[in-house]
């Protein structure tokens, strides 16, 4: 049995209804498997947690920063991908509480999991939103998701790292980086890409990818990493 008083420690949250606090933790693979299981799905929930998180995160930084809707824009989308909100949820120790299937269970560090926990942390938020109500929810997304943005805008993370590691080239350099094809490898519907990234002549790093795209962004962060930027 999952002791989901745990994680209300963890979230400093006490639900009323505790079987919504369950439900978000409930991945329809699951239910394919225990058809009698007494709770729904999640993304009922998912659905209402991802509308009340960008309204509340949108009215955070309209109130508290002055800066052009461009800006904004960035900066919500950082703090509202899949990426971010699956991290936040790990921290936080979804994995001991989700319900997920047995074949889900064991796909611990797959690209799978990372959506699965960030939809589990959307869910989180509209269940305490039916639960608790608005200012519970504020709260809760200002101390657990809001309180990166400071780290956000001072490394730049708002930017893809593609645009981070060439406005810092042509800073400190004046060279615009380039990219080339190291190596295609896979069928049509399965390749895998190795693509080098370089300023001049210098092979900075290189990354991997189902797409050249995701090999250049791959390759671009481990550049920013090599660099120390």
Sequence with gaps: MKDFSKL????????KNQNLLKQAMVHRSYLNEHPDFSL?????????????????VTEYLYNNYP??????????ASLVNSKMLATIAQNLGFNDYL?????????????????????????LI????????????KRFIKENILNHLPYIIEHKL?????????????????????????????PDH??????????????????????KQEAQVNAAQKALEVKGW
């Design 99 to 123: 319900y997920l299937s047995r074949g889900e269970s064991k796909d611990a560090n797959s690209k799978a999991r990372q959506y699965i926990m960030a939809n589990a942390m959307e869910a």
């Design 8 to 15: 209300e420690e963890k979230i400093k949250i006490k639900f």
């Design 67 to 76: 800066n052009p809707e461009g800006e904004l824009t960035n900066w919500r």
């Design 190 to 211: 399965a390749k895998n890409f190795v693509v080098g990234v370089y300023l001049a002549d210098e092979q900075v790093a290189t990354g991997e990818g189902t797409s």
């Design 126 to 137: 509209g269940a305490i939103y039916l639960d608790l109500g608005w200012e519970e929810t």
């Design 158 to 186: 708002y930017m893809d790292p593609k645009s981070r590691f060439q406005e810092a080239s042509q800073d400190k350099y004046g060279i615009t980086p380039s990219y080339k094809v190291l190596s295609e490898t896979g």
């Design 40 to 56: 729904d799905q999640n993304e009922r929930l998912e659905f209402l947690g991802d509308a009340v998180l960008e309204l509340i």
